[in-house]
């Protein structure tokens, strides 16, 4: 009783940490809000819950978690992708009555292990060597593996073929550096058309893959104290930043867009920095936009990006674990995993699944390189703040208003707050 009082407790308090938070959101919701448990003609009924996206996302999951059912008549699983993820998944959670299978984001697992709120899956994963290691890691804390990834996406380089090919440009390859793309994005930039050589946005999301090429770090290994404030962070900070400030990037609002994939394909900017959700935008909503994908070029230590993703995650409190636990291999399996991942939209975590999946995506193979030396995107609880004040620094930085080692500065003082609470 104390210990389900303590978790409780914990989940209340993740509750108040995550409700401003909310997930990714998108159309066509199937929120049934089902129940779990075993029924009269003795199937067990399953909840599945995640967030909304696309409708050609969800219909593919949806189609995989029916074949599901059909291979497993025990079984009776309800897809619910619902909005505002993050409040209701911790409402179900607080309440307990949580879902037996859900989505959790790798920036969001330490909440959830702090709080005690997964049931690590451990050695009941199925084939878990085969998962990427920089992926597998993300889920692990302290030697336990706590949920196997669902997918993941990196970042990499976009570039317009038509503005490359006006200004009698090579276009970039994996080996290009740091000078290499400096030097490209000056000589795209065209003021009298108002063309830059890039687009760039204040969002730390992005420049961390540059911090990391530098060779620097956010924090220690242990998540004790900030190391952000360093000469590698420096060089990294004014490098971003002064493709910005000398005329040869600009943000996606100088250049009337919401984002930056949406300024890549009006054509006013010649190079981007996105993952690979860039591709469905682009080819939906600009699809006479002759561009090319490459790998992150490479800074003064080597190569770096990041590495976006989701696991499927059970609840500490499960009602029927073993059965969440069949689900969640059948999702994460190279079965389930690759009629999911054959949309497209998302790359297989499975190291299994490349080569098949490369024949059907081949353009997509520099997203699926970067796998080998991706940083997953996590940090401990409560550092959000630190991420809205890096950002917050980092626009001011973009604009003149404040200096780079400045942003670095109050970024280490904030990112020290959280960590010695």
């Not at 924090?219 to 900030?226: A, G, I, L, N």
């Not at 000398?246 to 250049?255: E, F, I, M, T, V």
């Not at 674990?321 to 969640?328: G, Q, R």
Request: proline share 6%.
């Amino acid at each position: 009783m104390r210990t389900r009082l303590l978790r409780t407790i914990a989940l209340l308090a993740l509750l108040m940490l995550l409700v401003a938070c909310a997930a990714p959101t998108g159309t066509a919701p199937a929120d049934t809000g089902a129940a779990t448990g075993e029924d009269t003609s003795g199937v067990t009924q399953l909840q599945l819950m995640g967030w909304t996206s696309s409708d050609a996302e969800n219909s593919r999951l949806q189609a995989v978690v029916d074949a599901f059912n059909q291979s497993h008549p025990e079984y009776n699983v309800t897809l619910s992708l619902v909005p505002d993820y993050d409040t209701k998944l911790q409402t179900s959670m607080a309440g307990g009555t949580p879902p037996d299978v859900f989505y959790v984001d790798s920036f969001r697992l330490l909440d959830y292990v702090e709080a005690d709120a997964l049931m690590p899956i451990g050695e009941r994963a199925v084939e878990a060597d085969d998962f990427y290691p920089s992926l597998r890691d993300a889920f692990t804390v302290d030697g336990t593996f706590y949920c196997p990834p669902k997918d993941f996406s990196t970042l990499g380089l976009q570039y317009n073929e038509a503005l490359f090919d006006a200004a009698g440009l090579d276009y970039p390859t994996a080996d290009w550096t740091w000078d290499d793309l400096r030097t490209a994005a000056e000589a795209l930039t065209d003021a009298d058309s108002g063309t830059y050589g890039m687009v760039l946005s204040a969002d730390f999301a992005r420049w961390i893959a540059f911090l990391y090429q530098a060779g620097g770090s956010v924090t220690d290994e242990d998540f004790t104290q900030m190391t952000i404030d360093s000469p590698e962070a420096l060089e990294a900070m004014n490098f971003y930043v002064g493709l910005v400030q000398d005329g040869y990037a600009a943000q996606p609002s100088d250049l009337d867009s919401g984002w930056p994939g949406e300024a890549f394909g009006k054509g006013l900017a010649a190079m981007a920095i996105e993952g690979n959700w860039i591709v469905p935008f682009l080819n939906d909503q600009y699809p006479d936009l002759a561009y090319g994908l490459t790998e992150l070029p490479a800074g003064p230590t080597g190569e770096a990006t990041m590495a976006f993703t989701v696991c499927y995650a059970v609840p500490a409190e499960a009602e029927n674990p073993e059965a969440s636990f069949e689900l969640v291999n059948y999702l994460t399996g190279p079965e389930g995993m690759k009629e999911w991942t054959d949309l497209g939209l998302a790359m297989p975590t499975r190291q299994s699944l490349r080569e098949d999946w490369l024949a059907q995506f081949p353009n997509l193979e520099p997203f699926l390189n970067g796998a080998d030396y991706a940083s997953p995107w996590q940090f401990r609880p409560g550092f959000q703040d630190v991420l809205d004040t890096i950002n917050d620094a980092l626009q001011q930085a973009m604009t003149g208003m404040m200096l780079p080692e400045d942003v670095l500065s109050q970024a280490e003082e904030a990112g020290n707050e959280v960590l010695n609470r």
